[in-house]
């Protein structure tokens, strides 16, 4: 049936048709930097180029795979729920949205006892951003520099202004960014006891993973306490179990008042994401219900696909796996790296969530073209090229890591000899 729907005479064709009819920038982009990619089977950590080519995925689209793609138990639950459910009407209760929104609370750091859905990260974001202006009410932001938390009206505007100037939501007046790892600077933005929240990816994803130092997240919690602003952990990227816990900022032994999930609770099937809500912070939900709505928000497919997602990450075993998951990758990239101490610079490394540093502004690039080229698809951090983001699966079998392993460490090489002979990249 798709291939009835879906036809093109070559990939020459669909890609001339995307850059006409979709986005010109983006599809050339990768088409320079030597990734013609378009996905067509898929199936666990692999995809298929549509001419057959298969990649290891450890870029998983920003952690959306982390169950794999087509993940078969996550498939079958929204297979059988479609013979019952479709996205259903977003105003009114429902079993799958109640269902699910009970189950996230039952997993959550203590204190979030309300669950608001989007149908993807920024919107969600965008909620998280009105609960807590309503419940402070007090307009001013604070997030990170370079930080990276959507696209959307609001959520852009936390942003590097790379995203946020084009569209003219670069508003400093109400959008402070300050620099990760500095309290002191956090400390006097938070001062003038103006700021309804600070909104944090607990390892900033799109800049490249940086580790947050010791007592820092914590740290930055003391200083919301202390100056009334309400704490926004964005876990949309680092949480169910990437980590090793199925929230990150758990390790830090930060509660949040407000949690943001999405991308992973999706097991890739179906679009939803999540605001998780403290008591105190929740109160337009009585005092309005109405005041935020999303036709595709809590989807009830959605719902099953989160609910089964969430039952498969919170498995004993799954915990441990990524562990071990995490040990045998890093004792590899350990080794790897000693091959190459000036070009491979450094791991950064929580569980499944790595950075890995190159020794050259645009080093990560170089990667990964040699990566794709090997049968790798792994993607550079936007706002810092130097680091590649690489997240492998939660349920990824140590034959698949080994092979990862060895191929990367043939890519690396391989980049490095391109920047000693100077070659170049978009």
């Known amino acids: 049936m798709a291939e009835e729907l879906i036809a093109f005479a070559s ?10 009819f979709w986005n010109p920038d983006k599809t050339q982009f990768w088409i320079d930097s030597g990734i013609p990619l378009v996905i067509d089977r898929r199936d666990g950590y692999f995809i298929y180029d549509v001419e057959g080519k298969r990649l290891i995925d450890v870029h998983l689209n920003g952690g959306t795979y982390n169950l794999g793609h087509r993940n078969p138990e996550v498939a079958a639950a929204v297979t059988a729920a479609m013979q019952h459910f479709d996205i259903g009407n977003h105003h009114f209760p429902s079993l799958a949205r109640t269902a699910l929104a009970e189950a996230l609370v039952a997993t959550a750091p203590p204190g979030l006892s309300k669950v608001v859905f989007g149908s993807g990260g920024g919107e969600a974001i965008d909620i998280a951003l009105k609960t807590a202006r309503h419940a402070t009410k007090k307009r001013k932001i604070v997030s990170i520099a370079k930080a990276y938390h959507g696209h ?14 084009l569209f003219l939501a670069d508003r400093p007046e109400e959008f402070v960014h300050v620099t990760f790892n500095d309290l002191a600077e956090m400390e006097q933005a938070l001062r003038g006891r103006d700021v309804a929240a600070v909104i944090m990816e607990t390892i900033p994803a799109t800049y490249g993973f940086p580790l947050p130092a010791p007592g820092y997240l914590a740290g930055v919690k003391r200083l919301c306490e202390r100056y009334d602003a309400l704490y926004i952990a964005d876990e949309v990227q680092t949480g169910l179990m990437r980590t090793g816990e199925l929230w990150a900022i758990t390790k830090h032994g930060v509660v949040p008042d407000i949690l943001v999930t999405g991308k992973g609770i999706s097991g890739g099937m179906y679009p939803i994401s999540a605001v998780l809500v403290s008591e105190a912070a929740a109160g337009w939900l009585a005092a309005d219900g109405f005041a935020h709505m999303s036709t595709f928000g809590g989807a009830e497919l959605g719902c099953v696909a989160a609910l089964k997602t969430l039952e498969i990450t919170c498995r004993p075993e799954i915990r441990s796996m990524v562990h071990y998951i995490a040990d045998l990758l890093g004792q590899g ?32 690039k170089f990667v990964m073209k040699r990566l ?8 550079f951090s936007t706002l810092d090229p130097r680091v590649l983001q690489f997240k492998p ?23 490095a000899a391109d920047v000693r002979s100077g070659r170049r990249v978009p």
């Open 11 to 20: 990939k020459g064709e669909m890609l001339a048709k995307s850059k006409q």
């Open 152 to 165: 959307t009206g609001l959520a852009v505007a936390t942003g590097d202004e790379r995203f946020a100037a």
């Open 333 to 364: 990239l350990r080794r790897i790296q000693g091959l190459h101490p000036d070009w491979f610079t450094g791991i950064r490394q929580d569980g499944l969530v790595m950075g890995l540093e190159f020794g050259h502004p645009q080093g990560a």
């Open 372 to 379: 794709y080229a090997a049968g790798v698809w792994a993607i």
């Open 393 to 415: 699966g939660v349920l990824m079998a140590p034959s698949l890591c080994e092979e990862l392993l060895d191929r990367v460490e043939v890519a690396i090489g391989q980049a």
